[in-house]
């Protein structure tokens, strides 16, 4: 009976966390169909009295964008911002752990860790200035070509290339392949793996991105879901089931990716984290 | 050589070696082009830019040559009152939440690489976890109205347990309390798979080999686990140190800066003057935050590395 308590203690504390954990998503859902006057009476309320769907019907048009725009816009700069941060993270890594010693390759290297130790959210306020002077105030490709740099990217694929073996490339070089001929069918081929973790990482975190996104922006046309809420946030006069309507559409779109993929994208972040 | 023989016949013989490797593997170049673009377009031009505009006047920033006035603007936010008193709390925030959550994702790491819990795991782990790669603004959102006195869950379920209820984000004795538990729902999960992901390289044998020759649970995690961790505290308590010195979408979501300027953090703070055109300031404050930032990283790394801390 004794050697029981143990597994009944362990059990009772990871379950009762794991519940505090989810218990805010759980909240935020039932939330969103229930209107302000049932949840003043009830707030903790498990089940919604009814599925009260009006609230999903007032958020089609927030701020002067419409949902269906704001959804569009989220797919699309977490999309291509996600392509092209491992296409030229993995170019940029690969060059630079192929030949580190190379002339200008260590100024790159430094200058790229300067950019990520220094503070995410103060960097955004000068790049406003740097995108005023490039004219890209406002655009997609402003918003896009900024998220398309990011530290654990660049670490997951420098520590793959590191430990990818040096015999096989000079092999393939001395029966004549070029470097591009390496990189295409040597190396691409085995990194598989690492490509398609960076890329689910890249996704989930550049969708949550708001701050760059709200910056960068001169018109809420070119706002994704998180920056839509949080100017629902900053609105007078609250609509609270319709921010709970909205903060469930913007979740459950990486819930879903995570779920499915949650151990690769642990070991992923985790892995990148650590190299840096 | 019959590598050599591969390279187009323009290579040119007579420049140092140096040179002439650069000439061979001048496609690499091609290769690093896109990413030192952007390395140089989005990191270090607006890293100089907020180092040189941290010297120049507010007006004329947008200048591509604005006046410079010098220290003027370090000496404005010195003595202002209200940016010694953000930079207070904002270390005070950044030890409370470094210490917690450093101390909460050990003992949960602990707990869920412990023999007694072998089902369900994927699920603790996937729980603990799923805060950190919420949008930040939902979790924050969600935890804002959870706060709320009237319908929030918090003070729901404390009234309904008999416990005194809780003044969340409107009082100013509560908010940082309540700040630090929404950023530690948000932040442990990550420092919590950094020590999970330790923890599976640890050798057992060392833990068996201890409890064959009788010692306790805790003398076994105090002298055989904590010590072999020791790197992996080192690396979450300088990523926490980071994290939390920055904090910024919590206070923009939940209490912008208030109640009473309690919460009125160096990031936020910053950007308040930004959005008010005082250009100057705001990046005097970003300068001020990154030396900052670069100072206390390493003097911990280095002090966690050479000390014995226990």
Sequence with gaps: MTARIPYVLAYACAISLSILFVYPYYWMFVGSFRTTEEILTAPLRLLPEVFNLSAYGEITSIGGASLLR????????????????????????????????????????????????????????????????????????GIILFLSLGPIQFFLFEQFFRSFPKELIDAALMDGASELGVLFRVVLPVARPVVGTVTLVTFLLNWSQWFPVLVISRTPDTYTLPAALLSMNSELGTNFQGIMALATLTTVPVVIVFVLTQRRVMQGIAAGAIKG | MAVTASIPMTQPTALPAWAREMWRYRVLYLFVLPFAALVVVFGLWPIAQSLVLSFASSATAFRLNPDYVGLENFETIFSDRRFIASLNVTLFYTAISVVLNVAFALGYAVLLSSRYLKRGNTFFRLAVFLPVITPDVAGFIVWKWMYNQNFGAVNAALGSLGLPLFGGIADSDTVLSALVVAELWKHVGFYTIIFLTNMQLLDPALDEAAELEGATAWQRFWYVTLPQLRPAITINVVFALIQFLKTFTVVVVMTKGGPNFSTNFISYYAFQKFEQASYGEAMAMASTLFGLVLVLTYALYWALERTDWR
Aim: hydrophobic share 60%; aromatic share 16%; proline share 4%.
């Design chain 1, 70 to 141: 704001l959804t569009v816009n989220s797919f699309w700069i977490t999309t291509a911002s996600t392509a092209i941060a491992v296409v030229v993270t993995a170019l940029g890594a690969y060059a630079l752990t192929r030949r580190p010693k190379m002339l200008g390759f260590n100024l790159i290297r430094y200058g790229f860790l300067l950019t990520i130790m220094y503070p995410f959210m103060l960097l955004v306020i000068p790049v406003f200035i740097v995108m005023f002077h490039l004219g890209l105030l406002g655009s997609y490709s």
